[in-house]
């Protein structure tokens, strides 16, 4: 594409189109890279500069881009229907997929109910748990818990479970109120991981000893707190989380949607500990990329709360026009045919090893506080001063700078503050992932100079 076409484009962009989490004057004062067409692991833009997929498009994609499988799947789906109404009504694909999720997730959830992105996912776990304590005669237990620095998607439902105050602190008004917990954060408690373990876990427990009668559900992102800067659970706490849960009689909401479909080494990071959530959360990676489906699984418990006689009223009456869309699910099933076929999952654990090796080297750059891996989720903490693990002044957007000098070297990715996030499709070749690591590494060596 000629250079004049992509100015056009720009200059279309500038007056027509509001980026999503983007300081549009900082956007239109750089120069944008406006993908045109993407291939396996890279992104092709209008000028023909190729870059690594280093975030898989926010967390999204799994196999690569223009997947032929995935692509037939569409076709093949969009030959018979792209869409008609799960209000009252079913159709093939999102039967299909129930099954199927049901069948891959932890065995207490029983039953899935979809949606389109993991914040309206998130509001139906929420929504759905508050209703049960009515339905079943409890109707005092309203109030949730969730964590301090938790993400768990942008709608108001969602802002309000959520804890990170960049993003959120300025819809405090707005937001219903919630008991906030402290999320494990080892290398910033002054103490030991476990030390810092027990730390939140007596701070959950006295909550829950002093008003569980009035909490309906915890709600908690699994092994990894993803937007607020990948930081990852010492062993043993999601396990106690969900015992004092049990015990308080409170129902566990995990989000699964940045952890769900393998991104951590496991299916679902609730594996690690074998903990069984009353309500998951699954999205981004559901459909492999491709097209916005997400669902909220729930226990048959919760489910026969809700299935009565009309006339008692007891109906959960939430819904969007797209639930259960059949493009999205026909999809979604042939992205999880190739998890079986590729051995995705054998994928992960190798390419998970030389990750590893790779960010082994990283640790010894000057400002580079701590790396944190689980799978192919990694954070990169940058510091000013490693000593101290002082931050750098936020304004100074150390971690932005990077990911300029990063995708000036072909890998695009996106800082969450002053951590360097790094996720690339899940099926990533192990030698294109040695070059997204060896960029990301240069990357910051160059970026922080
Ligand atoms: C991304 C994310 C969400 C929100 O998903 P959207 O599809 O962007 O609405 C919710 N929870 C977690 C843990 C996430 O990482």
């Not at 207490?108 to 992105?117: G, L, N």
């Not at 026009?321 to 190739?338: E, F, I, M, P």
Request: hydrophobic letters at 40%; aromatic letters at 8%.
């Amino acid at each position: 594409m000629t250079a004049r076409r992509y100015q056009e484009l720009l200059e279309k962009n500038r007056r027509y189109l509001w980026n999503p989490f983007t300081q549009m004057k900082t956007y239109l004062e750089e120069e944008p890279v406006i993908v045109e067409r993407a291939e396996g692991v890279k992104l092709i833009d209008v000028r023909g500069r190729e870059y690594y997929d280093g975030n898989s498009s926010v967390w999204l994609n799994v196999h690569g881009h223009n997947q032929p499988r995935l692509n037939e799947a569409i076709r093949n789906q969009l030959e018979k229907v792209a869409h008609s109404a799960l209000l009252g009504m079913g159709n093939i694909p999102a039967i299909l997929l129930a099954e199927r999720l049901v069948r891959l997730t932890p065995k207490r959830v029983q039953k899935v109910f979809y949606s389109d992105s993991g914040a309206t996912a998130v509001e139906i776990g929420i929504k759905m748990a508050y209703q049960y304590w009515k339905n079943i005669g409890c109707p005092e237990k309203q109030a949730f818990i969730s964590m301090r620095n938790a993400y768990h998607g942008d709608t108001v439902g969602a802002v309000s479970v959520g804890g990170m105050d960049l993003f959120h602190s300025v819809f405090d008004r707005l937001l219903f109120d919630t008991i906030k917990v402290s999320y494990p954060y080892p290398y910033r408690y002054p103490g030991t991981a476990e030390e810092c373990k027990q730390a939140c876990l007596d701070e959950l427990k006295a909550v829950l000893a002093a008003q569980a009668d009035k909490i309906a559900g915890l709600i908690v992102e699994p092994m990894v707190q993803g937007a607020g800067g990948m930081i990852m659970m010492p062993p043993g706490y999601l396990a106690e989380v969900e015992r004092l849960c049990r015990k308080y009689n409170v129902l566990l909401l995990l989000d699964e949607v940045a952890t769900g479909f393998g991104r951590t080494g496991k299916m679902f990071a609730s594996e690690f500990e074998g903990v069984q959530p009353d309500i998951m959360t699954v999205g981004k990676k559901l459909t492999g990329g491709y097209l916005p489906v997400a669902a909220t699984l729930t226990s048959d418990e919760i489910y026969d709360a809700f299935y009565a006689d009309q006339a008692e009223a007891k109906t959960f009456f939430h819904g969007h026009s797209y639930t259960g869309n059949q493009l999205g699910c026909a999809v979604a099933l042939a992205n999880l045919d190739l998890y079986e076929e590729e051995n995705l999952l054998h994928h992960i654990e190798q390419a998970s090893e030389v990750l590893k090796n790779e960010l082994e080297a990283m640790k010894s750059l000057p400002h580079v506080g701590e790396v944190r891996q689980l799978g192919l989720m990694v954070g990169i903490e940058l510091v000013k001063d490693k000593q101290t693990k002082e931050l750098y002044p936020w304004e100074m957007a150390v971690g932005a700078r990077v990911c300029r000098v990063a995708r000036e070297k072909g890998l695009i990715t996106r800082p969450l503050d002053h951590v360097i996030t790094f996720m690339p499709p899940l099926a990533t070749p192990l030698s294109d992932l040695r070059k997204m690591a060896n960029i990301l590494t240069e990357a910051i060596q160059e970026g922080m100079e």
